[in-house]
Nanobody, 127 residues
Framework: QVQLVESGGGLVQAGGSLNLSCQAS????????MGWFRQAPGKEREFVARISRSGSSTDYSDSVKGRFTISRDNAKNTVYLQMNSLNPEDTALYYCAKAKSVVVSEWRRAVLGYDTWGQGTQVTVSS
């Protein structure tokens, strides 16, 4: 059973940057894609970014494209989310998630496409 632990959240001023990390347990990290989601108070969990098993393919939501970068280091069992030009609308609890091994393309940006979640790390952006 894979376990995921996020870190790197915090309080930052608008225009600032944060780099989130997600450490996975086990020896099969390079066999599955990974994603980042976020959830603001009173809102549904939303897709942020996804990265393929090798790291060669990435996908971003329109709201973060050009500002956030997802990457992974399979030797360290870690996926990262570099967040730049942060604004107050980015305030949320950020989760990393392990993608299901087989998923239809429509689910790659959906909660249903992931089967393991971390506990989340809080990101707060002040104006």
């Amino acid at each position: 059973q894979v376990q995921l632990v996020e870190s790197g959240g915090g309080l930052v001023q608008a225009g600032g940057s944060l780099n989130l990390s997600c450490q996975a347990s086990g020896r099969t990290f390079n066999t599955y894609s990974m994603g980042w989601f976020r959830q603001a108070p009173g809102k549904e969990r939303e897709f942020v970014a996804r990265i393929s098993r090798s790291g060669s393919s990435t996908d971003y939501s329109d709201s973060v494209k050009g500002r956030f970068t997802i990457s992974r280091d399979n030797a360290k069992n870690t996926v990262y989310l570099q967040m730049n030009s942060l604004n107050p609308e980015d305030t949320a609890l950020y989760y990393c998630a392990k993608a299901k091994s087989v998923v239809v393309s429509e689910w790659r940006r959906a909660v249903l496409g992931y089967d393991t979640w971390g506990q989340g790390t809080q990101v707060t952006v002040s104006s």
